[in-house]
């Protein structure tokens, strides 16, 4: 048993699961979020950590949290480790929140057409199941913001479902209520960060009810540049793909690789593609906080 193993069981401090970029624990009736400075991309955990994207992506969760909780609950209790609590690697990195039972799909917001949702729309002239004018460009603004849930997968791609498909997992009235919520916490960031000369593409949120109440919470991580696609205004120019404040640079950095197909292992990232990847994290995080 190493030190941290023996650290986390004096505390009483239950390891859960490590996900592709969090790790998760139980600590009496919380739940434990702890941000890694790992990063994925294409679904493969790449094997070079980026410096403080952990820390970086809870302290802008931590500001997304608390200017929304009046738009919607969220589960936060505290980013502070309790006293009797011996884990320095956790500080920065933790949010203890309410348990919830997070239901099963991803809320996925799209405001424009990039990423698998351009995708789709080159092949079937949909986007999430919802039929789109014709002769729309890559990172064209839609016509009005769409709800586009996903069926979460811990390891491998996660699975894009239509509204019928996903009314069938949720049940019509928890569907309406997600995509209500989704929908709304969309709208409000996404003018708020323009008014910041940024705009928000898409973004993945999840939901949980709260064991304790029934109530519905907002959960995990919400506007941060692993779950969402950030990009300047000022050089917004629809036709093909946008420079961004997200995991895109690494994506395009990965393109080019010829040797790599997209499945893991990862490739080791070049020092460069490391700093100019955290200097993206950082400068979001200045400029929408």
Known sequence: MDSLEKRLAAAGVTTVRSGKVRDIYTWRDEIWLVASDRISAYDVIMPTPIPDKGKILTMLSAHWFTLTADLCPNHVLSYSLPAEADLPEFAGRLTRGRRCEIFPVECVARGYLAGSGWEEYRERGTVGGHRL????????????????????????????????????????????????????????????????????????????????????????????????????????????SQPSFDKQYLRDYLKTLTTWNKTAPGPELPPEVVANTRAKYLEALERLS
């Open 133 to 240: 004018p014709t002769g729309l460009r890559e990172s064209d603004q839609l016509p009005e913001p769409l709800f586009t849930p996903a069926r979460k997968n811990d390891y491998g791609h996660d699975e894009n479902l239509t509204p019928d498909e996903a009314r069938a997992e949720l049940g019509e009235e928890r569907y309406a209520e997600l995509r209500d919520l989704t929908l709304g916490l969309y709208s409000w960031a996404a003018a708020y960060a323009n008014a910041r000369g940024i705009l928000l593409a898409d973004t993945k949120l999840e939901f949980g009810q709260e064991m304790a109440t029934g109530q519905v919470l907002l959960a995990d991580e919400i506007f941060t540049p692993d779950s969402s696609r950030f990009w300047p205004a000022d050089t917004y120019q629809p036709g093909g």
